[in-house]
């Protein structure tokens, strides 16, 4: 499986350049945030076009994030990141694909600081690590990919003195991500590049992407069940250089999942808190009850398709049969009738020759 998270920076406007990036690397799952669309505009039937089902939590020009499946429909799990109910932000969204819970977040940007914006992000990213806690702990495969606006370290920027006042490389925001890794979390792109730098980000200003001077905000963070399962992770660079680009390229992984799929019903049930949170669970037993609902389905199509066909054969078989007899008894009818009429043709012959 491989698994995106893309920052397309405006979906509409970005539409041309999403499709030809789905059509040209045809990602199993992807993550989108900065939707910057109210829901009701969400490009749908382009999506589907594609080959893609999709879910998304949109908003008027700001924020908006979504999950798209290759060939499949991701089954919503949770809209919106609990903790503040008074939270407006469409920032998360979550979904079942294939067994694994996909959590697709955009943390916020907190610029500038010090001040509100900041205090807001701060605030965020406390619930968001009080809600990865239970995931890490639920014990079953997931992936929180997306936009997290934080350099993690140094080595994550090509040069931390011009950005050292952003909300991105506070010592605050990398605590919280620092945090986020210390509950078990692997992060993929890190994973994988140890000693290289990777970037995912390069600003509009001053010929950052032809000079290379990007960031790493962008980030896969793989649950200890499937980091064991991770063979591969990289940036499609080339998306970054593009005519009308976003100011992001798409990060991805690829799993090696083996060709099994998990139904994490069973388990999800259990994953509640003592306010009776269970929106993962219920939503993880519904993809069990739709998987084998469809197999269900599928088996008594085949079985009636089979039975179909040995009906249909049984037919003919007995038509041909049948049709056989027949031509049989006629000619042999037609034998009787020729015979019939040699013997008569004869009798009557030395009849005559009698008479004369």
């Known amino acids: 499986m ?35 669309t109210p829901d ?9 076009a594609a080959g ?24 919503e799990t949770r809209r919106g990141l ?3 109910p008074d939270d407006t932000h469409s920032r998360y969204i979550e979904a079942a694909v294939d067994g694994l819970l996909v ?25 968001l690590i009080t809600y990865a806690k239970k995931l890490a702990d639920w014990g079953h495969p997931v992936v929180l990919a997306g936009d997290y606006n934080v350099v993690p370290t140094d080595f994550d920027i090509y040069n931390p003195r011009s950005w050292l ?13 620092a945090r986020l890794l210390a509950q078990g979390w692997t992060d993929a792109l890190r994973t994988r590049f140890p000693d290289e730098q990777v970037f995912t980000f390069w600003d509009y200003f001053r010929q950052h992407w032809e000079k290379n001077s990007g960031l790493r905000i962008d980030h896969l963070l793989l649950s200890k069940q499937v980091a064991a399962k991770l063979r591969d992770a990289g940036v499609d660079r080339w998306v970054r250089g593009e005519p009308h680009a976003s100011d992001h390229a798409p990060a991805w992984v690829e799993l090696d999942l083996g060709g099994q799929r998990g139904e994490p019903g069973r388990a999800a049930s259990e994953n509640r808190d003592a306010d009776g949170d ?7 037993a519904k993809v069990a009850v739709k998987k084998n609902a469809a197999k269900k389905s599928a088996a008594k199509k085949s079985a009636a398709k089979e039975s179909a ?27 009787k009738t020729a015979a019939n009429k040699t013997a008569a043709n004869k009798t009557a012959s030395k009849k005559s020759g009698v008479k004369k």
């Open 2 to 36: 491989k698994l995106a998270t893309f920052n397309i920076n405006g979906i509409r406007s970005r539409l041309p350049a999403l499709l030809e990036w789905l059509k040209r690397e045809a990602p199993d799952v992807v993550c989108l945030q900065e939707l910057k």
């Open 40 to 48: 009701a505009s969400f490009p749908k039937a382009e999506i589907n």
């Open 52 to 75: 893609y089902g999709a879910i998304w939590h949109g908003q008027v020009s700001w924020n908006g994030v979504a999950i798209l499946a290759k060939d499949s429909e991701p089954v």
């Open 82 to 84: 609990p903790g503040d």
């Open 103 to 127: 959590g697709c977040l955009y943390l916020p940007n907190g610029n500038p600081q010090p001040g509100p914006k900041f205090d807001y992000k701060l605030a965020w990213f406390e619930r």
């Open 165 to 177: 006042k952003d909300a991105l490389l506070q010592p605050e925001s990398r605590a919280c991500y």
């Open 278 to 284: 269970a929106e993962v669970g219920r939503s993880a």
């Open 309 to 335: 066909a040995k009906e249909s054969a049984a037919k003919e078989s007995a038509a041909k049969e049948s049709a056989a007899k027949e031509s049989a008894a006629k000619k042999s009818a037609g034998k």
